[in-house]
Antibody, heavy 120, light 110 residues
Framework: QVQLVQSGAEVKNPGASVKVSCKASGYTFTNYAIHWVRQAPGQRLEWMGWTYAANGKTRFSEEFQGRVTITSDTSATTAYMELSSLRSEDTAVYYC?????????????WGQGTLVTVSS | QSALTQPASVSGSPGQSITISCTGTSSDVGYYNYVSWYQQHPDKAPKLMMCDVSKRPSGVSNRFSGSKSGNTASLTISGLQVEDEADYYCSSYTTSGTLVFGGGTKLTVL
């Protein structure tokens, strides 16, 4: 069965970086893009970007330009999202999700979410 | 990219119908039919309820329907059930090749 399993919760100081992983199984990893979506406590969903392992392409929200790096390792069937220069407003649950279409935002499977807390 | 505009809350009684609107611009909702809707229960990951404006993924009840007019998409839930109580988010692909979510709507089933 399709599964996306994310790395565990993180606590970071302001200014630090965090890297969240998303291990995919149960399907051909290179056939689907992986997107990253975050949700601050009590707030809306916020799209961050996607990576398509088949060709290594990525796309990011302008909100995170320069601070986010999204990569994938086809041999490990794992996608990664790294966010730098963390600030308190980056405290959120970060989700990875599989897009059935590539980039139109139709997510049929989600990871369990990774809570990132930014606090001094 | 500004968030798509949704009402903060809607409510209805069991058996009734409700509609949630999602207003964007001519660069997202109004340009493409790549509009989707998600249902999110507390502390759970979102679940895809509608794609391509009005297509239900396999397993989604036919009580859910979608439509679009101009820059506004809508999700209608008929025959409200207690388990429909959740947060609902719309999403749209944009002319910039990015995605944008709505602000979310809390549905209360009275």
């Amino acid at each position: 069965q399709v599964q996306l399993v994310q790395s565990g919760a993180e606590v970071k100081n302001p200014g630090a970086s965090v890297k969240v992983s998303c291990k995919a199984s149960g399907y051909t990893f290179t056939n689907y893009a992986i997107h990253w979506v975050r949700q601050a406590p009590g707030q809306r969903l916020e799209w961050m970007g996607w990576t398509y392992a088949a060709n290594g392409k990525t796309r990011f929200s302008e909100e995170f330009q320069g601070r986010v790096t999204i990569t994938s390792d086809t041999s490990a069937t794992t996608a990664y999202m790294e966010l730098s220069s963390l600030r308190s407003e980056d405290t959120a649950v970060y989700y990875c999700a599989r897009d059935t279409t590539g980039w139109f935002g139709y997510y049929d499977y989600w990871g369990q979410g990774t809570l990132v807390t930014v606090s001094s | 990219q500004s968030a798509l505009t949704q009402p903060a809350s809607v409510s209805g009684s069991p058996g009734q119908s409700i509609t949630i609107s999602c207003t964007g611009t001519s660069s997202d909702v109004g340009y493409y039919n790549y509009v989707s809707w998600y249902q999110q229960h507390p502390d759970k990951a979102p679940k895809l309820m509608m794609c391509d404006v009005s297509k239900r993924p396999s397993g989604v009840s036919n009580r859910f329907s979608g439509s679009k007019s101009g820059n506004t998409a809508s999700l209608t839930i008929s025959g409200l059930q207690v388990e429909d109580e959740a947060d609902y988010y719309c999403s749209s692909y944009t002319t910039s090749g990015t995605l944008v979510f709505g602000g979310g709507t809390k549905l209360t089933v009275l």
